[in-house]
């Protein structure tokens, strides 16, 4: 039943079996309709070149046997030996061989011969003669005989138009050839029982004397494409007629004609429909669920979604506006986060300031009464000089605490110079040198050549250096690799100095990249979570960005982005 839901893919594949299959039938039916008239127009050239090669052997026999019945009257020998003048019937005298040519010998004047106009020259003809006490049609040639000046009889030379004529014929052109004497027409019976003349026949090939092309002809009952050639006799009747056929089954009319090939052409058009809409419609119907499995992400908070199609259809310009939508959604999350931290701060720093001012005083009571006491207690109770002394420590380290709570909720005011920034690091590191000597942390330390100066407070942006490297430490306690480098920026922040950190230390879990900068967030045993908000905010101070990036179990990157001195970089 999913089949027939309305989705999307079920409305293309109808869409394709509709516009698609008749289309494609329309187009067959063309093709096909073309190549009908084509093999129609062929199978007749067939014919017809049969039939001119038919004709070209009879006149050759004919010739063949003008030339024989010359010899023949002229050889005395001849003459002699078969008596001519004293024959005075109608009597084959020689019997015809293979390929060899019946003589017969007819007394007397032929009637519808002229032979005065043709003064003793042979005439050719299709004859259709009574041999061996059947008549068959042949290409003969008669010649009169004289003997002293007169005509005592005829000598006709014939070649017989038997089955070996049409097997040969039929061996050279591929066609079939029936040859069929004309008596039975003259009648009105059928020539051979296994041939059906039609009246349009009779017509055209013994009344007009014309060749006729029929495309349903039959012989012994099977449909052919067929010519009937008429030959002339000597009266100029139609003496015989040869039928030259190809049989419609071996056409490819038949093929088409056939409901066996129009109901596989039908289920091969809805197949090869079905198929390519499937097709079509798996490929775009992918996509739109790509769409919507994307935006799901992005309703459920994960913005970080960007759809890739390679195309230059409405598709590929949707992915675009997808992507430049969550791409702005992605700014304008981290701008309301910028603004919800910022809040915080300005909440902070009005909480701070009073907490502050609460805590110090009592802070500074305590310090000095642990003081005097242990001054009291300085030759008497080593005991209680001790215990002051814990006070005095613990106050100064909650004190210390304080203070960086103010450092970090005060507005900072950074005395922003053009300073190096490769000094800056090198200081960092020498300063944590023995811990970096400690946990046999290798440092790469690498800067641009030229790189212009920034514009910052040396101080501030030392105590950034020094809680990012302090951080990478920590992150390597088993040894690792630290690598620091600074170089102008590309892209959008081509007028920026880029700084980068990369240890390959434990990584951050994703779930924390966005709160680590956030004040009093920490995932380290005893931290305060202040470190990295004041790094965010003296990097903010100085008009810069930080970002991270890091992957569990390979490593974390720092990048900071300065601006650069104005009037060096004009210089």
Same mark, same amino acid.
């Given at each position: 039943?999913?089949?027939?839901?309305?989705?999307?893919? =079920?409305?293309?594949?109808?869409?394709?079996?509709?516009?698609?299959?008749?289309?494609?039938?329309?187009?067959?039916?063309?093709?096909?309709?073309?190549?009908?008239?084509?093999?129609?127009?062929?199978?007749?050239?067939?014919?017809?070149?049969?039939?001119?090669?038919?004709?070209?052997?009879?006149?050759?026999?004919?010739?063949?046997?003008?030339?024989?019945?010359?010899?023949?009257?002229?050889?005395?020998?001849?003459?002699?030996?078969?008596?001519?003048?004293?024959?005075?019937?109608?009597?084959?005298?020689?019997?015809?061989?293979?390929?060899? /040519?019946?003589?017969?010998?007819?007394?007397?004047?032929?009637?519808?011969?002229?032979?005065?106009?043709?003064?003793?020259?042979?005439?050719?003809?299709?004859?259709?003669?009574?041999?061996?006490?059947?008549?068959? +049609?042949?290409?003969?040639?008669?010649?009169? #005989?004289? @003997?002293?000046?007169?005509?005592?009889?005829?000598?006709?030379?014939?070649?017989?138009?038997?089955?070996?004529?049409?097997?040969?014929?039929?061996?050279?052109?591929?066609? &079939?050839?029936?040859?069929?004497? /004309?008596?039975?027409?003259?009648?009105?019976?059928?020539?051979?029982?296994?041939?059906?003349?039609?009246?349009?026949?009779?017509?055209?090939?013994?009344?007009?004397?014309? !060749?006729?092309?029929?495309?349903?002809?039959?012989?012994?009952?099977?449909?052919?494409?067929?010519?009937?050639?008429?030959?002339?006799? $000597?009266?100029?009747? #139609?003496?015989?007629?040869?039928?030259?056929?190809?049989?419609?089954?071996?056409?490819?009319?038949?093929?088409?004609?056939?409901? %066996?090939?129009?109901?596989?052409?039908?289920?091969?058009?809805?197949?090869?429909?079905?198929?390519?809409?499937?097709?079509?419609?798996?490929?775009?119907?992918?996509?739109? &669920?790509?769409?919507?499995?994307?935006?799901?992400?992005?309703?459920?908070?994960?913005?970080?979604?960007?759809?890739? #199609?390679?195309?230059?259809?409405?598709?590929?310009?949707?992915?675009?506006?997808?992507?430049?939508?969550?791409?702005?959604?992605?700014?304008?999350?981290?701008?309301?986060?910028?603004?919800?931290?910022?809040?915080?701060? *300005?909440?902070?720093?009005?909480? @701070?300031?009073?907490?502050?001012?609460?805590?110090?005083?009592?802070?500074?009571?305590?310090?000095?009464?642990?003081?005097?006491?242990?001054?009291?207690?300085?030759?008497?109770?080593?005991?209680?000089?001790?215990? @002051?002394?814990?006070?005095?420590?613990?106050? !100064?380290?909650?004190?210390? #605490?304080?203070?960086?709570?103010?450092?970090?909720?005060?507005?900072?005011?950074?005395?922003?110079?053009?300073?190096?920034?490769? /000094?800056?690091?090198?200081? *960092?590191?020498?300063?944590?040198?023995?811990?970096?000597?400690?946990?046999?942390?290798?440092?790469?330390?690498?800067?641009?050549?030229?790189?212009?100066?920034?514009?910052?407070?040396?101080?501030?942006?030392?105590?950034?250096? $020094? &809680?990012?490297?302090? &951080? *990478?430490?920590?992150?390597?306690?088993?040894?690792?690799?630290?690598?620091? %480098?600074?170089?102008?920026?590309?892209? %959008?922040?081509?007028?920026?100095?880029?700084?980068?950190? =990369?240890?390959?230390?434990?990584?951050? /879990?994703?779930?924390?990249?966005?709160?680590?900068?956030?004040?009093?967030?920490?995932?380290?045993?005893?931290?305060?979570?202040?470190? +990295?908000?004041?790094?965010?905010?003296?990097?903010?101070?100085?008009?810069?960005?930080?970002?991270?990036?890091?992957?569990?179990?390979?490593?974390?990157?720092?990048?900071?982005?300065?601006?650069?001195?104005?009037?060096?970089?004009?210089?």
């Amino acid at each position: 039943m999913g089949f027939f839901k309305p989705k999307i893919q =079920t409305k293309l594949i109808m869409a394709f079996l509709i516009m698609g299959f008749i289309p494609m039938i329309l187009s067959t039916l063309i093709v096909v309709k073309i190549n009908w008239r084509r093999e129609d127009s062929r199978i007749k050239e067939r014919i017809a070149e049969a039939s001119r090669k038919a004709m070209e052997l009879i006149r050759d026999y004919q010739s063949r046997a003008s030339q024989q019945a010359k010899l023949s009257i002229e050889d005395p020998e001849f003459r002699k030996k078969y008596k001519l003048e004293e024959l005075s019937e109608i009597k084959p005298i020689v019997r015809p061989g293979m390929g060899k /040519p019946t003589v017969i010998w007819v007394p007397g004047r032929i009637a519808e011969m002229d032979y005065q106009k043709e003064d003793g020259e042979t005439t050719q003809v299709i004859h259709l003669i009574e041999v061996f006490e059947s008549k068959s +049609l042949a290409a003969s040639s008669i010649l009169p #005989v004289r @003997s002293h000046g007169r005509i005592i009889g005829n000598l006709i030379v014939a070649f017989l138009l038997e089955r070996h004529f049409t097997e040969h014929l039929e061996n050279m052109t591929g066609v &079939n050839m029936v040859r069929i004497d /004309p008596e039975p027409f003259l009648t009105e019976r059928r020539a051979l029982d296994d041939i059906h003349f039609t009246d349009r026949i009779k017509e055209k090939v013994l009344k007009e004397k014309k !060749d006729y092309y029929e495309e349903r002809a039959l012989l012994r009952g099977e449909p052919y494409k067929a010519l009937y050639k008429p030959l002339l006799g $000597l009266d100029g009747n #139609v003496t015989g007629v040869i039928f030259f056929g190809v049989p419609r089954k071996h056409t490819f009319e038949s093929v088409v004609g056939a409901k %066996s090939f129009w109901i596989w052409l039908i289920l091969f058009g809805i197949f090869m429909a079905a198929a390519l809409g499937y097709t079509m419609a798996r490929r775009i119907s992918r996509r739109i &669920n790509l769409f919507a499995e994307a935006a799901r992400l992005v309703a459920d908070g994960n913005l970080d979604q960007e759809i890739r #199609v390679k195309s230059k259809d409405e598709i590929g310009e949707l992915s675009s506006a997808f992507n430049l939508m969550t791409g702005r959604l992605r700014q304008m999350r981290e701008l309301e986060e910028e603004l919800r931290r910022k809040d915080r701060l *300005a909440a902070l720093g009005e909480l @701070s300031a009073g907490v502050a001012h609460e805590v110090r005083n009592p802070l500074g009571i305590i310090k000095n009464s642990a003081q005097v006491l242990q001054d009291k207690f300085k030759d008497k109770d080593t005991k209680s000089r001790e215990l @002051s002394k814990f006070i005095i420590e613990e106050v !100064d380290r909650l004190n210390k #605490v304080v203070t960086n709570f103010l450092d970090f909720a005060r507005p900072q005011k950074p005395n922003l110079t053009g300073r190096k920034i490769a /000094p800056i690091i090198s200081r *960092a590191l020498e300063l944590m040198q023995s811990e970096i000597l400690k946990r046999k942390i290798k440092v790469a330390n690498k800067h641009e050549d030229n790189l212009p100066p920034v514009l910052a407070d040396e101080e501030l942006l030392a105590q950034v250096f $020094l &809680n990012i490297i302090s &951080n *990478a430490i920590q992150a390597m306690p088993d040894g690792g690799r630290l690598m620091v %480098s600074s170089k102008s920026g590309a892209g %959008s922040y081509k007028d920026l100095v880029e700084i980068s950190f =990369t240890d390959t230390g434990c990584g951050i /879990p994703a779930q924390d990249l966005d709160k680590i900068f956030n004040p009093f967030f920490s995932n380290k045993e005893g931290g305060v979570g202040l470190g +990295l908000s004041i790094v965010h905010k003296i990097v903010e101070s100085h008009g810069g960005k930080i970002s991270v990036h890091s992957r569990v179990g390979e490593g974390t990157t720092f990048t900071i982005h300065l601006k650069g001195n104005l009037c060096q970089l004009k210089s």
